[in-house]
């Protein structure tokens, strides 16, 4: 990353690659405001790990995530769209312009912000599971539900999301099976009755997985009961976490509005945060729908926020 790159005071920074930064960054390019966009941890979001979407408008036939998010990064560059590498691990917004420390200790002064770090789908750490994430192994339902049609799947979890997600797959699957650490659930009454009275979903309660098998796919899951030690070996198509997610939202906090569970609250109907000059798009801001499409369009709420925001200023 050179230095030559960056200016003395950006117009405005955008944090994360995913579909929310990039159409923040298509947006403002194109309004001659020369953003700079930060590539974070995972380049392209939680997007390159899915391997086909088919229900983003535009694509008739299924496209890889990566190849996506690739597009989105040429549209965003052909309009003078800085893209460079670094994740920022402390933040200043004290006070304008706003100050951004990078990993590698680059200093970034913006007159605004957009935050578009996305959230992190919590996982169960387990090396097979890393290895066949896109190959059977998913945290989205709504995203990846399709491709199990006829098929066996499980969720891991035991709220509301793993309710919510077991009852989704029930549309497509032959059998959802949830499985859960304790004996008693964490969801809602509501959503565990829904989930009880489904005749496709089963529960496996005091358990937890030890293993996903399979080399290119999901095959099988080695599950431990963790009251009495015993290993099972469960045929398995599919392994969904519904174990929730976590806002990336660690150098804003204390700063920033944030919700009981880390999100970002923006003004109703707006993508303006508590902190003057500082936008939010996507799923940092987003617990409910988490979708692409709905990212990206509140990528651009924001473009057109900090524009709009800059030629109040004068900028």
């Known amino acids: 990353m050179q230095n030559s790159v960056f200016k003395e005071i950006e117009n405005v920074t955008i944090i994360g690659t995913g579909p929310a930064g990039y159409t923040a960054a298509i947006y403002t390019a194109r309004a001659n405001l020369e953003p700079l966009c930060l590539e974070g941890d995972q380049p392209g979001g939680q997007l390159t790990i899915t391997t086909d979407i088919e229900n983003y408008p535009g694509f008739p036939e299924a496209i890889a995530g990566g190849l996506l998010m690739d597009s989105f990064r040429k549209q965003a560059e052909r309009f003078g769209t800085r893209v460079v590498s670094g994740s920022v691990v402390k933040a200043d917004l004290s006070k304008r312009p706003f100050t951004l420390e990078l990993s590698n200790g680059k200093k970034i002064s913006t007159r605004t912000v957009i935050i578009a770090t996305g959230a992190s789908a919590k996982w169960l ?24 049609r006829n098929l066996n799947v499980a969720v891991v979890g035991g709220g509301d999301t793993a309710m919510e997600e077991a009852t989704f797959l029930t549309r497509f699957a032959m059998s959802v099976t949830i499985i859960h650490r304790r004996e008693k659930f964490r969801a809602s009454k509501i959503m565990i009755e829904k989930a009880q009275k489904n005749p496709k979903i089963q529960f496996m309660l005091d358990s937890a997985i030890d293993e996903i098998l399979g080399d290119n796919s999901v095959t099988s899951i080695r599950v431990k009961n963790l009251k009495t030690g015993e290993m099972r070996e469960i045929p398995m198509d599919g392994v969904f976490m519904g174990i929730g997610h976590e806002p990336n939202t660690g150098p804003f906090k204390g700063q920033i509005a944030c919700n009981e569970a880390g999100y ?3 003004q109703p109907g707006s993508s303006k945060t508590s902190v003057v000059g500082v936008f939010a798009a996507g799923d940092v801001a987003d617990h409910v729908y988490r979708q692409a499409i709905t990212a990206a369009g509140t990528g651009c709420m924001a473009a057109i926020d900090a524009e709009r925001f800059l030629e109040e200023e004068g900028k």
């Open 264 to 266: 970002i609250v923006p």
């Open 125 to 148: 750490g387990l090396p097979s599971e890393k290895r066949l994430q896109g190959k059977g192994v998913s945290a989205c339902a709504t995203c990846d539900g399709f491709f199990f």
